[in-house]
């Protein structure tokens, strides 16, 4: 069984810009998180989508926005890049609506500069 | 604010040896306490999960204890191998949060010969 994926794995793009990242999760997996990992403040959660809903948000600004499709792809968006958004973001797949297990994709290295 | 701390920040130990790694959570109402690995560029792997009924789990060489009373959690791992260098992550889940997830900033851990 395929792991989650994402792409692309590494990008580089300079301030002001727009970014698009994608996360395709484990086959028959319909909820998808994604977090932003920095050296200063660890693995944050962004927002979870469950069947193409968001379901939960953290605390960033609305320049971090997301989707999921109906084939439970998501990508995420960070609009007007910041310095500061430079960092892995990974994605995570979870099996049913209340699963405790959540599996981790490789990640998106994005370095703004 | 709900947080998640770990200690020690970093570890350094000889292969064979054991050790243990101490987490302390103020997050509540507390749902599930998690313990993962993530080995340097890539996702983190999980090691267990505990429910606030669970007072202890084991994975192999892995074993995580957990007092719901004091609010702290270990993971201790027995007979050291030097794959078990990378980071150790605390993870404390919200009871209705989904998988909306609190980390704590881990714990680098190395293994020397």
């Known amino acids: ?113 | 604010k709900n947080q998640v701390e770990q200690s020690p920040q970093s570890l350094i130990i000889l292969e064979g040896k054991n050790c243990t790694l101490q987490c302390n959570y103020t997050v509540s109402p507390f749902s599930n306490l998690r313990w993962y690995k993530q080995d340097t560029g890539r996702g983190p792997v999980s090691l267990t999960i505990m429910t606030f009924s669970e007072n202890t789990k084991s994975n192999g060489r892995y074993t995580a204890t957990l007092d719901a009373d004091t609010k702290q959690s270990s993971l201790h791992i027995t007979a050291s191998q030097l794959s078990d260098s990378a980071s150790y992550i605390c993870v404390v889940s919200l009871t209705g949060g989904g998988n909306k997830l609190t980390f704590g900033t881990g714990t680098q851990l190395k293994v020397e010969l």
């Open chain 1, 1 to 113: 069984k395929a792991g989650v994926t994402q792409t692309p794995r590494y990008l580089i793009k300079t301030r002001g810009q727009q970014v698009t990242l994608s996360c395709s999760p484990i086959s028959g997996h319909r909820s998808v998180s994604w977090y932003q990992q920095t050296p200063g403040q660890g693995l944050q959660f962004l927002f979870e989508y469950f069947s193409e809903t968001q379901r939960n948000k953290g605390n960033f600004p609305g320049r971090f926005s997301g989707r999921q499709f109906s084939n439970s792809r998501s990508e995420m968006n960070v609009s007007t890049l910041e310095l500061g958004d430079s960092a892995l973001y990974l994605c995570a797949s979870t099996t049913r609506d209340r699963s405790y297990e959540q599996y981790f994709g490789p990640g998106t290295r994005l370095t703004v500069t």
